[in-house]
């Protein structure tokens, strides 16, 4: 496996992501690829979790591509939290690796995490490139549509994704964000593209009731795993990674 920094430059920020490749002793292999989009950190920033970095190692083990990056505002990417803003990190992260002559562009599978799943879906009803598309622990809107966003911006700031005091310079329109993204809105969209939706049925955040409304309006083909026992953060559980990756191996294997 080789690992290779990258920076995207997104609306006049810095994006800081790796693209991990599998070893290849035939330098014209196209490999399927998977990018991961984390969500909203639970706390500051750790340079020492290498988590999405082994998840990545792994990854590459089963012969996929691999690119992971910071949204902006988290990690070592510049800017401020802003859920559209999140969505134009991912079409440029998509940008990227379809550019990259390693990536076979017909196996280009994005796998999101809470909020990075909900635009995971937005981006993947807006873009054809994405060939399928996993979502664990999903909204199927954020609360912040229609309640108070001070609560979600203190947490932002608390966490270290909002670091400009002065942002955002409207909290209506950054409000209205998430109303525009909110994947309840997009979830069809996906469709002809392969759709799988994991949620845990002890989710203390969001209920798996929005995992099932999600379903209900998604187009086929689409399954939803529910997993008994399990509560809001699968990417640190081995079951719902071992669902989603084998649902992909089986996609690249069929291609």
């Not at 998430?178 to 949620?199: A, G, K, N, Q």
Request: contains cysteine.
């Amino acid at each position: 496996m080789s690992a290779e920094q990258v920076t995207l430059h997104v609306d006049g920020l810095a994006i800081a992501g790796e693209i991990h490749l599998p070893v290849s002793e035939h330098s014209t292999s196209h490999f399927p690829c998977l990018i991961l989009c984390h969500g909203i950190p639970a706390g500051p920033y750790d340079p020492s979790d290498r988590s999405y970095a082994q998840l990545a190692e792994r990854t590459t083990g089963l012969g996929f591509a691999v690119f992971i990056f910071n949204f902006r505002g988290a990690g070592l990417s510049q800017g401020n939290f802003d859920i559209l803003g999140w969505a134009h990190d991912l079409h440029a992260a998509i940008d990227y690796v379809h550019e990259r002559e390693e990536i076979d562009r017909r196996l280009l599978f994005v796998l999101g995490s809470s909020a990075g799943a909900a635009v995971s879906v937005y981006v993947a009803a807006h873009d054809p490139r994405v060939s399928a598309l996993a979502c664990l622990a999903c909204p199927a809107r954020f609360g912040v549509e229609k309640g108070d966003a001070n609560r979600l911006l203190d947490q932002s700031r608390r966490v270290g994704i909002i670091k400009d005091p002065a942002f955002p310079p409207s909290v209506e329109e950054w409000r209205a964000n998430f109303r525009e993204v909110s994947p309840i809105r997009w979830i069809d969209r996906v469709s002809p593209r392969p759709l799988l939706l994991i949620h845990g049925e002890q989710d203390e955040l969001i209920p798996v009731g929005q995992a099932s409304a999600l379903f209900d309006k998604a187009k086929d083909p689409k399954e939803l795993v529910l997993l008994p026992g399990l509560g809001h953060r699968l990417r640190r559980e081995e079951k719902p990674m071992q669902v989603a990756l084998e649902r992909f191996r089986r996609l690249s294997s069929t291609t």
